[in-house]
């Protein structure tokens, strides 16, 4: 079965530090890993995509990686900002299935100024 | 370039009624997906459409179907709705690419709540 596994489930950070949030899964065949940031009410928006043979992936102050070998994935945000407090959901999809995703359970951050 | 619609934004209804829910999708996306997002299961994948035919479906109940219309607008019904049926429903568009899908772009929900 497709799993999608995240930690930590929330995290609290000060305004202008840097964190770095976990993404495993178990997906096979695997197609790409998306990483999504989801504020609370709204729709997830997508902040990176990455397919098996990209490593990094840059979008502004969010940096994410992916280990297709050891299928781990992380989600780096620089100097955050008080607009960072959102969920941040991994989503992995499965080269056969179109967008029948397998979403992670997010993790919660929250920026403290 | 507008992105995607969905309608209503919130609504309650009651136990054994009926909803739909509509979505339209980007211009020119012929993909449209639908998710069901709850605090204890988080985002399940409930069914893809491309050309008005499904092409996915998730693990949920018949209870739940969907359409999408030649326009590439779609519409998703629940029946019988039951209590754990709250929840908010996102529907998502693409561009459809084989069997590479493109990037999602998803809509704000209709927040659901069954009482």
């Known amino acids: 079965k497709n799993q999608v596994e995240q930690s930590p489930q929330s995290l609290i950070i000060l305004e202008g530090k840097n964190c770095t949030l976990q993404?495993?899964?178990?997906?096979?065949?695997?197609?790409?890993l998306r990483w999504y940031k989801q504020d609370t009410g709204r729709g997830p928006v997508s902040l990176t995509i990455?397919?098996?043979?990209?490593n990094t992936k840059s979008n502004g102050r969010y940096t994410a990686t992916l280990d297709a070998d050891t299928k781990q994935s992380s989600l780096h945000i620089t100097a955050s900002q008080l607009s960072d407090s959102a969920s941040y959901i991994c989503?992995?999809?499965?080269?056969?299935?179109?967008?029948?995703?397998?979403f992670g359970g997010g993790t919660r951050l929250m920026v403290k100024p | 370039k507008a992105g995607v619609t969905q309608t209503p934004r919130y609504l309650i209804k009651t136990r054994g009624q009926q909803v739909t829910l509509s979505c339209s999708p980007i211009?020119?996306?012929?993909?449209v997906s639908w998710y069901q997002q709850t605090p204890g299961q988080g985002l399940q994948f409930l069914f893809e459409?491309?050309?008005?035919?499904?092409?996915n479906k998730g693990n949920f109940p018949g209870r739940f179907s969907g359409r999408q219309f030649s326009n590439s607008r779609s519409e998703m019904n629940v029946s019988t709705l039951e209590l754990g049926d709250s929840a908010l429903y996102l529907c998502?568009?693409?561009?459809?690419?084989?069997?590479?899908?493109?990037?999602?772009?998803f809509g704000e929900g209709s927040r659901l709540t069954v009482l």
């Open positions: 211009s020119g996306h012929r993909s």
């Open positions: 459409y491309f050309s008005e035919t499904q092409r």
């Open positions: 990455m397919t098996f043979s990209e």
């Open positions: 998502a568009s693409s561009l459809f690419q084989g069997r590479v899908t493109g990037e999602l772009f």
């Open positions: 989503v992995v999809s499965d080269d056969n299935a179109g967008n029948m995703l397998t």
């Open positions: 993404c495993n899964y178990t997906v096979s065949p695997f197609s790409n």
